[in-house]
């Protein structure tokens, strides 16, 4: 284990005992003050640590890194370093924070290594160059299943055999805080023999997560199930939204186009893979057996605990789903050795998204689709209002966490706010 993981480890900077941000966790992210200077930092508690002032006086010296490395408006250069030059300065960074450590602890003018976090704009982390979206869990694909079929064909004949996915639009992915307006797109009723045009009526959240790629492969050359983990540097939480009324006129024959281009929002914080490495759990059996290519040793899942809220306009929030993520059937390693089995080629900052994660029972549902039952069951909120779909004026927001031995290693939020569809 990692010094930086220890679980008895405490820092002289102060958090809370629900902070998402214990000195175990230290996740990357970019920020920005007044000045609207974008740089990197590093969450601790309620504080981001400026790396880039860091670096300017020298307590990152010796480790080879490049002047003004942190001092980027995203954090691509960084990690296309590598997965082991991440850890490097993660463990730099543990060592600063640790209780008894006095280089910046000790100093009269410490204060303006830290920014409070209530006082700052957080930024995409990454410039995501391009984005896939999975389809892997598989009580999720049941539940579709069933619904648009029937249970005893829930399940088409290729998920068991490889990692369903699609190519995204990575140009509106948007961080936490961006509100989105309502799409507009065609649909066609039923019992319609023409489609109309208009906003959608049936919004959707879908509760992900996805793993950040911070090396290349190169075009022509498959990433391995074995190797695949040093391509990755981090998870973020995501929310894949959905109009399902566009989607389901349109999907037939090439798949989500509109209903799910408009827009998909992730947190702000890179939590590392190294910081959740004690959060590993074993997958599902999978059966039948998978092709050599995909096949994987050891725990490739990991338990983060995960839950949606609806909030709507001037009321409080309700949690409407508790999941999570150790119920994906296909881990990131095998997500990214069957994106890359024919020579597909990923780059630094590609963004990979799990498809919607849902548990075994109604309240671990991870969309709005499924905790209604396509609409038929309403959800009720606790103001007393009603929900099938996303309504105008509600912010969604999502929370994740892992725990163990008392250490939370969490990913914060990713909040966002529908706003009506433009004219």
């Known amino acids: ?86 850890r490097r300065v993660r463990e730099r960074v543990s060592i600063l924070l640790r209780h008894d450590n006095h280089e910046i602890q000790g100093r009269a003018d410490r204060d303006r290594f830290f920014v409070p976090m209530a006082g700052a704009q957080l930024h995409m982390p990454v410039f995501v160059r391009d984005y896939t979206d999975f389809y892997s869990s598989e009580q999720h694909a049941y539940n579709v299943g069933c619904m648009f079929r029937d249970p005893e064909h829930a399940l088409l004949p290729n998920w068991k055999h490889l990692p369903v996915g699609y190519h995204g639009r990575a140009s509106s992915i948007v961080v936490s805080g961006t509100p989105l307006h309502r799409p507009k797109g065609q649909t066609r009723a039923d019992d319609a023999e023409m489609p109309s045009f208009g906003p959608t009526r049936l ?23 074995q190797e695949a983990e040093d391509y990755v540097f981090g998870l973020v939480l995501f929310n894949d939204w959905s109009a399902r009324d566009m989607q389901k006129w349109e999907y037939v024959p090439l798949g989500p186009f509109l209903a799910k281009n408009f827009g998909s929002s992730i947190s702000p914080w890179i939590v590392t893979l190294d910081a959740l490495e004690p959060f590993r759990v074993a997958g599902t059996k999978q059966d039948p057996a998978v092709l050599p290519y995909l096949e ?40 990214l050795a069957h994106h890359t089995v024919n020579g597909c080629n990923v780059g630094v900052g590609d963004l990979y998204a799990s498809g919607t994660i849902s548990g075994p029972s109604p309240d671990s549902y991870g969309s709005m689709l499924e905790l209604s039952w396509r609409g038929t069951r309403p959800v009720v909120l606790s103001d007393g209002s009603e929900r099938r779909f996303i309504l105008d004026g509600d912010t ?26 433009k004219p």
Do not use: H
């Open 203 to 225: 919004l959707d959240f879908e509760l992900e997560m996805a793993f950040v790629t911070c090396r290349e492969n190169g075009l022509g050359n498959a990433v391995r199930t």
């Open 1 to 86: 284990m990692s010094v930086a993981n220890d679980p008895k480890l405490t820092s002289w900077v102060a958090v809370g005992p629900m902070s998402d941000f214990p000195i175990q966790n230290l996740p990357f992210g970019i920020f920005s003050q007044g000045d609207g200077l974008r740089r990197a930092g590093v969450a601790i508690g309620e504080q981001i640590l400026d790396l880039a002032a860091l670096q300017e006086d020298g307590y990152l010296d010796g480790m080879g890194l490049p002047d003004g490395l942190f001092a980027q408006p995203t954090l691509n250069a960084f990690i296309g370093r590598g997965r082991a030059e991440g």
């Open 296 to 335: 994987s040793e050891g725990d490739r899942n990991f338990d983060i605990r995960l839950e949606v809220a609806i909030q709507p306009e001037n009321s409080v929030e309700t949690i409407v789903s508790r999941s999570n993520f150790r119920y994906m059937y296909w881990n990131i390693s095998q997500q």
């Open 396 to 421: 969604v927001i999502m929370r994740g966490y892992a725990e163990k031995d008392g250490v939370r290693v969490g990913f914060g939020e990713v909040t966002t706010k529908i706003l009506p569809a």
